[in-house]
């Protein structure tokens, strides 16, 4: 069912293309109460394609899909990246249940320079606390960015990644351990009886 909501969102979203927007995660594998930090990076090269120049990110605006079920998101634990400079005015939204606005917009000339040259870098990192088990949980998210000076977003991309949660396992004690905590017992019982 999740597949079939994250492919919805894909579809009714934007127009999938190259992998200009990814999303992982630390981690392929997580216990329950483990904290899952997802980074979101923008491949310039992607975004680029045939044009000659190289494209100055201005800022962005996404919407990331989670798994609110088995998820929690960690209250102000969104860190922006550097690259839309000191000065940009970002903010996380939350829209509902597991879904959330991510927005980031630059107002000064210094992308230019930040950016220059690179093939790609991150745009934010998140985190959130595993609740409850699964198989196959999943952050999702479309993208639109904009060319520095442009408040107008053009669709980039659709991506998602998933992983799973495992319920924490506890190891149980030895049957050695066992016998000899039941022995010594014994012995405590029998001097006690004695006296």
Do not use: H
């Amino acid at each position: 069912m999740k597949k079939f909501i994250i492919g919805l969102f894909a579809l009714v979203g934007f127009s999938a293309q190259a992998a200009i927007i990814n999303i992982n995660t630390d981690q392929a594998s997580y216990n329950v109460g483990d904290t899952i930090t997802a980074n979101v990076w923008i491949d310039i090269v992607e975004l680029q394609g045939s044009n000659l120049a190289q494209p100055i990110i201005g800022g962005f605006v996404m919407s990331l899909m989670a798994d609110a079920t088995s998820l929690s998101y960690n209250d102000g634990s969104i860190m922006f990246g550097d690259k839309l400079g000191a000065g940009a005015l970002s903010a996380l939204l939350p829209l509902g249940f597991g879904v959330y606005s991510i927005q980031s917009a630059a107002f000064t000339p210094s992308v230019f320079t930040l950016q220059a040259g690179l093939t790609s870098f991150e745009l934010f990192s998140l985190e959130f606390t595993a609740l409850s088990s699964v198989s196959d949980a999943l952050f999702g998210l479309t993208a639109s960015v904009s060319e520095f000076g442009s408040f107008v977003g053009t669709p980039v991309s659709t991506a998602s990644t998933e992983f799973s949660v495992e319920a924490t396992s506890v190891p149980a004690p030895s049957t050695g351990v066992l016998a000899l905590l039941a022995c010594f017992g014994m012995m405590v019982s029998r001097v006690k009886a004695r006296r």
